[in-house]
C-alpha cells in the first residue's frame, strides 16, 4: 500500500532516446513535485504541480515535460536524452500542512549511456 | 550558488549519545526549514520542521534549533540509535501556499555505532 509510487526503479538507455518516468500518489494531496538528485547528490526541485497545474518549473530544459493526467499523476519524458541526465528522480507529494512536510517516492535510477 | 549548505559530509556517534547535524543558510527570505532522513534505495523521510518565527521545535528525540541571527540551524537526536543511521537533508522553503519552492542541502551521512 505504497503511499507514492515510481516506475520504473531503474532506467538505462542510450543518448538520444525519448523516455517516461511514472508517479502516482494515493494521499489525495494536491501538490506533487519531481526532484533530481544528481552525483554529487545535490537534491535540486524541477518541477512542482497544484491541481494539475504547473506551478514551478526550475529552469529545467525544454526535454523535460512533466504530466499531470489527474491530480494523483504526475509523469516525466525526457526527450533526446542525454549523458548529463543520468541522475535520481524523486517524485513527491504534500498535503500542504503548516510542517511542509512532503511524502517521496522511491527514486527512479536514469543511466544514460 | 548554494542557499541551503550542509558542511560535514559525514558524522558518526556512539550508540545513545547525541547526534548533531547541522545546516546553513544565505537566504532570510526561507520562512520554513526542513530535516528528511534517507536510508539508501529510498526516498527521503520527513523528520521534522520549524517556522523561521520560532527558535526550537521538538519531537520525540528529534529537536530542532533555529539560529536566525546566524542563519543557522541544527537537528539533535538523543538518544542515538543505530536504526538513525543514514543520510539526513536540510531544506528550506520560499513561496506561498501551494506555489513554495524546496531548496535542498547536500546531505550529511550519519553512523551511530552500536
Known amino acids: 500500500d505504497t503511499a507514492v509510487s515510481q516506475t520504473p526503479k531503474y532506467l538505462v538507455t542510450q543518448m538520444g532516446n525519448d523516455k517516461s518516468i511514472k508517479c502516482e500518489q494515493n494521499l489525495g494531496h494536491d501538490t506533487m513535485y519531481w526532484y533530481k538528485q544528481d552525483s554529487k547528490k545535490f537534491l535540486k526541485i524541477m518541477f512542482s504541480y497544484n491541481n494539475k497545474e504547473l506551478i514551478i518549473n526550475e529552469t529545467v530544459p525544454n526535454r523535460f515535460s512533466p504530466k499531470s493526467p489527474d491530480k494523483a499523476h504526475l509523469n516525466l519524458h525526457i526527450n533526446s536524452l542525454e549523458l548529463g541526465d543520468s541522475a535520481v528522480y524523486f517524485c513527491a507529494s504534500s498535503p500542504l500542512t503548516v510542517s511542509h512536510e512532503q511524502f517521496f517516492g522511491p527514486g527512479t535510477r536514469l543511466t544514460v549511456l | 550558488d548554494q542557499q541551503v549548505k550542509q558542511n560535514s559530509p559525514s558524522l558518526s556517534v556512539q550508540e545513545g549519545r547525541i547526534s548533531i547535524l547541522n545546516c546553513d543558510y544565505t537566504?532570510?527570505?526561507?520562512?520554513?526549514f526542513l530535516w528528511y532522513k534517507k536510508y539508501p534505495a529510498e526516498g527521503p523521510t520527513f523528520l521534522i520542521s520549524?517556522?523561521?518565527?520560532?527558535d526550537k521545535n521538538e519531537d520525540g528525540r528529534f529537536t530542532v534549533f533555529l539560529n536566525k541571527s546566524a542563519k543557522h540551524l541544527s537537528l539533535h537526536i538523543v538518544p542515538s540509535q543505530p536504526g538513525d543511521s543514514a543520510v539526513y537533508f536540510c531544506a528550506a522553503s520560499v513561496g506561498t501556499s501551494g506555489t513554495y519552492k524546496y531548496i535542498f542541502g547536500t546531505g550529511t551521512r550519519l553512523k551511530v555505532l552500536a
Open positions: 520549524i517556522s523561521s518565527i520560532k
Open positions: 537566504n532570510s527570505m526561507f520562512d520554513y
